[in-house]
Structure formats: structure tokens, C-alpha cells
């Protein structure tokens, strides 16, 4: 298992943001490498709610789910997103001034016990961080605008 946190700071209400971020339908928006997105359980955003899509990864396009596990209004969603590995991310939505703090926790589920996570930390870890910061900065600027 291998942890890591990103956060930023989005001049936005905590419930605007939580909302934005709630609303997968939005993950297009700030993932460009996510296509064909769908939604499979669920009568709309919320806990209990699963998508399926393909995301670009590499050379390749890959079959991913998402599963949103909790969603604490407007301070925190906690998703299990199964993908080339499998990951549990926590995101939380704190008030800061005039916006939100927004923390994300993500945890990547490594199969192959050490050795499986000794090869992440140079293979998955710096993808997902990069993918982790693109993903802050084009929530950032879709509620800043």
C-alpha cells in the first residue's frame, strides 16, 4: 500500500466545490484523459453511486470504475476507483478564507506485497501524483472562472 497527499486552495464556497467534485459527470471536465464515461449504479451523484469509462493511459485506453463510497456534505468523498491498480482516494473540503482547502488522500491498493510496492514508486506514484495535480488545477480554474 503506498499513500500520498495533493491539496490546493479553490477561491469557491467548501459546498460549491464538494458539489463540483461530487457531480462525476464533471470528471471529463478535469480528467481529459477519461472518455466514454457512463454512470452504472446510483439514481444520480452520491453515496452508492458507480461509473465506468476508458482512460487514456499510456499508448492505451483502459476500462476503469469508480464507486463512491461516502459522501459527507460538503467536507469529504471517498471514492474506490479500480483501474490499472486498484486506489482509495479521500478527498476533503475544508473552509480557508474566502474559499476551500481541498486535500486529497490517495491510496494505492499494490498488488504483490514489498516487491509490488517497491516497483510503484517509480512506475505508478509519479503518474498518479502528476494526474492528482492536473486534476486540482482544472477544478481550480473551472470554479475560479
Known amino acids: 500500500m503506498i499513500r500520498w497527499t495533493e491539496g490546493c486552495r479553490i477561491a469557491a464556497p467548501p ?3 464538494w458539489a463540483y467534485r461530487l457531480d462525476f459527470g464533471n ?3 478535469y480528467n ?8 452504472t449504479a446510483g439514481a ?3 453515496a452508492g453511486s458507480r461509473y ?7 499508448f492505451t485506453r483502459m476500462r476503469s470504475r469508480l464507486f463512491v463510497r461516502e459522501a459527507t456534505e460538503p467536507s469529504s468523498i471517498t471514492v ?3 483501474s490499472v491498480v486498484g ?7 475544508e473552509p480557508d478564507g474566502a474559499g476551500t482547502r481541498v486535500t486529497f488522500d490517495t491510496t494505492i491498493h499494490v498488488p504483490g506485497g514489498a516487491l509490488g510496492a517497491l516497483l510503484a514508486w517509480p512506475l505508478v506514484v509519479p503518474s498518479g501524483r502528476r494526474q492528482t495535480r492536473r486534476e486540482l488545477v ?7 472562472a
Open 87 to 93: 486506489a482509495t482516494e479521500v478527498c476533503r473540503f
Open 138 to 144: 482544472l477544478m481550480q480554474r473551472a470554479l475560479e
Open 80 to 82: 474506490d476507483i479500480e
Open 15 to 17: 459546498a460549491v466545490v
Open 44 to 46: 444520480g451523484p452520491g
Open 27 to 29: 470528471l471529463p471536465a
Open 32 to 39: 481529459p484523459d477519461v472518455s466514454d464515461l457512463r454512470q
Open 52 to 58: 465506468e469509462f476508458r482512460v487514456k493511459i499510456g
